[in-house]
């Protein structure tokens, strides 16, 4: 059974800081691309940061230089460092694992919320 549970999220001010972590069981951790999703209220689910199993990652433009993705293969698991946060970052977060259509799985979400 595969799962992925996120951890990190929470109610942090302006200019803060979080760390989304999403560890993973019941796949061949190194072999998936991993990717950070957020949806806002209202907004359709987006894509904040990807890494593939190589390394290489990307990010939207809203949290480029903000927002550093990386992952440990060790412990299967993928971080989100979210700095210089903003109020319009607040969204539940998603953590995503992709190998190909057919094996694409989905953690239950993190909520932050940035607000003075």
């Known amino acids: 059974q595969v799962q992925l549970v996120e951890s990190g999220g929470g109610l942090v001010q302006p200019g803060g800081s979080l760390r989304l972590s999403c560890t993973a069981s019941g796949i061949i951790f190194r072999l998936y691309r991993m990717g950070w999703y957020r949806q806002a209220p209202g907004k359709q689910r987006e894509l904040v940061a990807g890494?593939?199993?190589?390394?290489?990652?990307n990010y939207v433009d809203s949290v480029r230089g903000r927002f550093t993705i990386s992952r440990d293969n060790a412990k299967n698991s993928v971080y989100l460092q979210m700095n210089s946060l903003k109020p319009e970052d607040t969204a539940v977060y998603y953590c995503?694992?992709?190998?190909?259509?057919?094996?694409?799985?989905w953690g239950q979400g993190t909520p932050v919320t940035i607000s003075s």
């Open positions: 995503n694992a992709r190998m190909n259509s057919q094996t694409d799985y």
């Open positions: 890494i593939t199993f190589g390394g290489n990652t």
